[in-house]
């Protein structure tokens, strides 16, 4: 190939591999992806791979990232499974109680890194009890136990199907004034808030508003502080999109929006500018792709809004890479629908912004409150 025929043959080779690899992009980037905003270290019963294994398979295509446990500690009831070890909330009856060494895992996990990969994780506090008026004190002594370490809380639940009602203890409510410390503290501390809150009780009927929407709405209204990242989009395995059926007449129409609907009308709202979404897990990427007007439909909501959502795998103790990416690939047809701004912005942009901006405001609460608080 050392002759000019075969210089010129091989610079064409090189153009036709650039150009491929440049299409191949566009359609879902291959290099820095995505920046991971809702993920899970360990499981259900602490399990899960140490942070370094994790900086591996984020590899190059990850460049940050979100780094919880699970608040919960699922019970190995022996009266319940007998000799089979439960380790998700399916596996069994036994209930669930708040684990709050969780958030020493987690720093610890962080602090074990060397200080060029802490930069692409974001802590968070997860180990509290939303139904304890206790629990904001948790949270601050989390921080002032460990600073310089955590960015946000959650991800944390109110109503998720199955799960709510296995929590031992009172049941946590969007309007136990427990959860309003919560949200006021972190709003005060620049906490960033990761919410789970199913919108709607599982399976329910097309044109009636969704069951948690009002005091889900009321909620938000009354921490205008606070940044709060609506897990999932409210959604669930059995907590489907909210319907409305065009032709029922403009009674039901007005009762129910649609889950589409009822997001904008969220995002529309000047008194919501505080309130984002995340559309981690797979269980919310079916819907989306469900058929190519449901891509359509959600790509036309986020173009409008590119600043509000935020894009998480919602893994939960990953083993290997494929796992890992497999959100992220569901959402190809998203990707390609999205404008390019919309689509960096979802990916990566949103994360950067608001988790820059609570690194700086966490970091000045601690040390206006180091000592203070020990
Ligand atoms: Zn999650």
Known sequence: MNTPHGLGL??????????????????????????????????????GPDVSSVLRIMGTRVGRSTLFGIPFQQTWAYANSGDYAPSYYLDTDAPLYYYSFTDAWIAMQYRSLPQAAQARFEPMITGFNPADMYAAEH???????????????????????????????????????????????AGEAGLVVILHNDIDRPFAKANVEPVYLTQMKALLRRHPETTIIWAHVGLGRIVHPAQSQGTAGAGAAERSEGQLGIVESILQDPAMRHVYFDISWDE???????????????AAVINRHPD???????????????????????????????????????????????????????????SAHATAER
């Open 308 to 366: 509000r959502f935020l894009f998480g795998t919602d893994a939960m103790a990953p083993a290997d890479s494929a796992s890992y990416y497999a959100v992220f690939e569901m959402y190809a047809p998203l990707w390609r629908a999205l404008t390019a701004d919309a689509s960096a912005k979802t990916r990566k942009g949103n994360f950067a912004r608001l988790f820059d901006a609570a690194r700086s405001k966490v970091r000045a609460w601690e």
């Open 10 to 47: 091989a610079l064409a080779l090189l153009l036709v591999t650039t150009s491929h690899a440049a299409a191949q992009r566009n359609d879902v980037p291959r290099s820095d992806d995505f920046y991971d905003s809702h993920f899970h270290l360990t499981n259900y019963v602490q399990h």
């Open 284 to 298: 919310v990427a079916k819907y989306v792709v469900a058929t190519p007007q449901t891509v359509q439909r959600t």
């Open 139 to 185: 949270i601050r002594r989390v921080l002032a136990t460990f600073p310089g370490v955590f960015s946000g809380i959650g991800e944390f639940s109110i109503h998720k199907e199955f799960v709510s009602s296995k929590a031992a203890g009172e049941g946590a409510s969007l309007t136990n004034p427990a959860l309003d410390s919560i949200l006021t503290f």
